[in-house]
């Protein structure tokens, strides 16, 4: 009984590292490229001070994703939990999160033909853990809304 | 309906304005995709579902707000600000604010 | 005049530290695994020294006071609990003394169980009764118990899961809110708590066969009982039911060859014979009946 759990426990811990692992990969290689692609629109967090620039248009574009963690990543934290410190496995979560967000609004205001999104506002919000109980984020929402110019 | 996070729109001038407009969604959790999402949990990555539930229902908040605009008399929503926050285990509500103005 | 963008010449990076998963969850889990179990151990150590210093009539409270939450039907106004009683007084050494007078309980009962509680209560369970060929072996099961007691086997127990129970709600273990995780801290508390016990569980043996063979001058058949269990629980797997011994006396495989080892050691007679059972002890009172007579 006990060696069955303890299996169980070690093939999700195996099985989370490596889809972790290979997902993150992925995640950020693809993030890294979008970006560099998008780079010349820029993205700026004022919008009332600054005088506002002359366009024709202006419209609100919102971004979200809502990105999980994995077995590996949630044992890891919460053996934290217990000992104190920064959860280094949780900072490529949320930001592959907030890029992530990030570029769908924008790649999406660029479809549009936006030549720059102005006061951009980001939002994280953690939803449920494993199973409802709330220990932890299971996963966390991240949006990022801006209006787009052209 | 013109819809933006800044203090105006670019390129008109806001001639009167209606105050606050508001909408929000409460969502529960979907049990089925629940259950797609705890075996996500496991391996990591992106919950598509839930991006997509998330985001229909924050879309549903903002036309509440665009509607409350429009009997207002408004043409534009300004200064928009979104938030979320999880009232109940499970359930979460989404909810988009601006002011209502009118821009010529 | 709105701001001019500069643009950079690559994305932004810098929010996560580089480090390796795997080195981390390792550091991680080797801090956690000592911690625990270095607090375990020293809770340990600090029940068992609380649990010798209390005093005997503190304990006997204690003791009555679980005795009365145990439900078991017990078994009065009978012989055998007479004999029983005269059979474990004379167990201990001439001079030596019990802190408390020990009571002995008769449970009705068809699983072969025999144990020892704080504040000096002795259950037997009717079954026992019947499972056992000669006095030696009797004598035996008592002195053991006997054994646990003098060493404050019972309180220190008592301690220990009083203090890991306190332990553990302070941690949050056992709460629904753990994932997971927390059973690495339980499972190092329980391994350590297991070791102590087949300590005092050889202590407990040493201590009875000297008993036993002070009694008789041998100590041949006392352990004949403890073979006897051992093979029906091999043969029948893990899974026996009839036997609840080995659950509140938790023992290595080797128990025997450690005891006759020790004897030899220390010279002690192994050779003997037996002493009957008086012939009815099966039976309530002690009073002829059927063989196969139900109580
Ligand atoms: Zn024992």
Not at chain 1, 63 to 70: E, F, K, L, N, Q
Not at chain 3, 219 to 240: A, I, P, T, V
């Amino acid at each position: 009984m006990d060696g069955l759990e303890i299996l169980i426990f070690l093939f999700l811990l195996i099985l989370g590292y490596f889809s972790g692992t290979y997902f993150e990969k992925r995640h950020y290689k693809s993030i890294r490229e979008r970006e560099r692609k998008t780079l010349h629109v820029p993205m700026v967090t004022f919008g009332a001070k600054q005088s506002l620039p002359e366009a024709q248009d202006a419209q609100l574009f919102v971004g979200s994703v809502v990105i999980s963690v994995d077995y590996f990543k949630m044992i890891s934290a919460t053996l934290r939990n217990l000992v104190g410190g920064r959860v280094m496995v949780y900072e490529s979560l949320l930001d592959r999160g907030r890029r992530e967000a990030l570029l769908r609004m924008k790649e999406e205001a660029m479809a549009w033909g936006a030549n720059q999104i102005m006061n951009v506002r980001l939002e994280t919000a953690a939803i449920g853990g494993r199973s409802g109980n709330n220990s932890g984020p299971g996963s966390v929402e991240v949006i990022a809304y801006g209006t787009g110019i052209r | 309906m013109i819809l933006t996070t800044l203090e105006g729109v670019p390129g008109k001038t806001i001639v009167e304005h209606y105050g606050l407009a508001q909408g929000s969604t409460i969502r529960a959790k979907h049990i089925g995709k629940d259950i797609m999402a705890s075996l996500k949990n496991l391996v990591g990555g992106e919950l598509k579902a839930y991006t997509e539930l998330l985001q229909e229902s924050r879309q549903e908040a903002v036309e509440r707000m665009v509607q409350q605009a429009e009997e207002l008399g408004a043409n534009a929503v300004v200064n928009i600000r979104f938030a979320t926050s999880s009232v109940a285990q499970g359930a979460a509500e989404l909810f988009a604010y601006g002011t209502a103005v009118k821009v010529e | 005049m709105f701001i001019r963008y500069k643009q950079p010449k690559k994305p932004p990076e810098g929010n996560v530290i580089k480090h390796s998963p795997l080195l981390n969850f390792a550091y991680l889990l080797g801090t956690v695994v000592i911690i625990s179990a270095v607090i375990f151990v020293a809770l340990g150590f600090f029940a068992d020294w609380l649990a010798v210093r209390i005093s005997p009539e503190t304990e006997r409270k204690i003791g009555d006071m679980l005795f009365h939450t145990i439900s078991d039907e017990e078994i009065v106004d009978d012989k055998r609990i007479q004999y029983l009683e005269e059979l474990l007084e004379s167990l201990p050494e001439s001079g030596e003394t019990t802190r408390l007078p020990l009571t002995i309980h008769l449970i009705k009962s068809d699983v072969v169980n025999a144990a020892i509680m704080a504040g000096g209560h002795v259950f037997i369970h009717t079954a026992l009764l019947e499972a056992v060929e000669s006095e030696n072996e009797l004598a035996f099961v008592l002195a053991h118990e006997l054994g646990h007691f003098q060493n404050h086997d019972p309180t220190k127990s008592l301690g220990r899961s009083l203090v890991f129970l306190v332990a553990s709600m302070a941690l949050g273990i056992g709460t629904s809110e753990s994932g997971g995780v927390p059973d690495i801290v339980f499972r190092t508390g329980e391994l350590t708590s297991l070791s102590y016990s087949r300590k005092q569980e050889r202590a407990a043996d040493l201590y009875g066969l000297s008993r036993a063979i002070n009694r008789y001058g041998h100590g041949s058949h006392s352990l004949d009982f403890f073979k006897r269990l051992e093979e029906e629980e091999q043969e029948q797997g893990r899974l026996l039911k009839v036997s609840q011994y080995f659950s509140t006396h938790p023992l290595s495989k080797d128990r025997i060859v450690i005891l006759n080892k020790a004897a030899a050691e220390k010279g002690w007679k192994m050779e003997g014979d037996a002493k009957p059972l008086p012939e009815w002890l099966h039976c309530p009172n002690m009073e002829e009946c059927e063989p196969d007579a139900e109580e």
